[in-house]
């Protein structure tokens, strides 16, 4: 089952032109996150206002995908002893793997023979793998920083709220003393706070109380009303 997941990232008001690089920014680490995680996904799409940075990921396997991997241990002439039994250390190093010494090969590397064992390690849950997207909000940089409170964390505004949702269910974790949750904040002026019920109606949600949060279709919305007006006072637009 293919899973959707929304992490909003609530903030004073930042500068209009910070705005876009900022949400590429996060797009662009979450894309990378998710590859180093081995999260197999369709698209991160980027949601932005100046009190918001959001990405949006479709497409979300259920888990990591499972490799397997050949860890290398002691030569050969240190993992037998003179009789052939295995050694300690051989024993050690299979114990550390999670294997037994039934699962030892041998191979050659550089004209010595080393043990070497194959170790399969399944993917975690989605829902577990996501909490990571902690350090992914926390690892953005912008042109100019500031801390808030008592602490060391610098950003770009202060954080105000989070939500993370993946499908409808919230993905814990914390930033500061901010928990995430599914509550996000309207227009300043023209709404109120809301709860987002999943990761799929984050845009309808956000325009019952007055935001547009895609740019695209925000700046589409400002041109025809700029043009309605054109074509009402016969004005020229460039």
Do not use: C
């Not at 004073?12 to 894309?31: C, D, F, G, R, Y």
């Not at 023209?190 to 019952?208: F, N, Q, R």
């Not at 700029?226 to 074509?231: G, P, S, V």
Request: no cysteine; hydrophobic share 40%.
């Amino acid at each position: 089952m293919a899973h959707t997941f929304l992490l909003e990232i609530g903030l004073e008001e930042i500068p209009a032109h910070v705005v876009t690089p900022s949400v590429n920014q996060l797009v662009q680490k979450t894309t990378k996150f998710l590859k180093e995680q081995r999260i197999d996904f369709d698209e991160v799409i980027p949601y932005s206002t100046p009190r918001r940075l959001t990405v949006k990921v479709t497409g979300l396997a259920d888990k990591q995908a499972d490799i397997e991997e050949e860890a290398k241990g002691p030569s050969k002439k240190i993992a037998l002893d003179d009789e052939g039994n295995w050694s300690k250390a051989a024993q050690g190093f299979v114990r550390g793997q999670g294997v037994t010494v039934d699962d030892i090969f041998f191979k050659e590397l550089k004209g010595t023979e080393y043990v070497y064992v194959k170790k399969f390690i399944p993917g975690e849950p989605v829902a577990e793998v996501l909490t990571g997207m902690k350090d992914v909000a926390m690892d953005l940089k912008f042109p100019t920083m500031m801390r808030w409170g008592s602490n060391d964390f610098e950003y770009v505004r202060p954080i105000k709220w989070l939500v993370a949702l993946l499908d409808n269910e919230v993905v814990p974790f914390e930033i500061l003393d901010i928990k995430t949750g599914r509550t996000t904040q309207g227009h300043r002026f023209l709404g109120e706070a809301v709860d987002v019920p999943s990761a799929d109606k984050y845009l309808e949600t956000l325009e019952t109380q007055k935001v547009i949060a895609d740019a695209g279709v925000r700046k589409t919305e400002i041109r025809k009303q700029i043009d309605a007006l054109a074509t009402e006072n016969n004005w020229n637009t460039v």
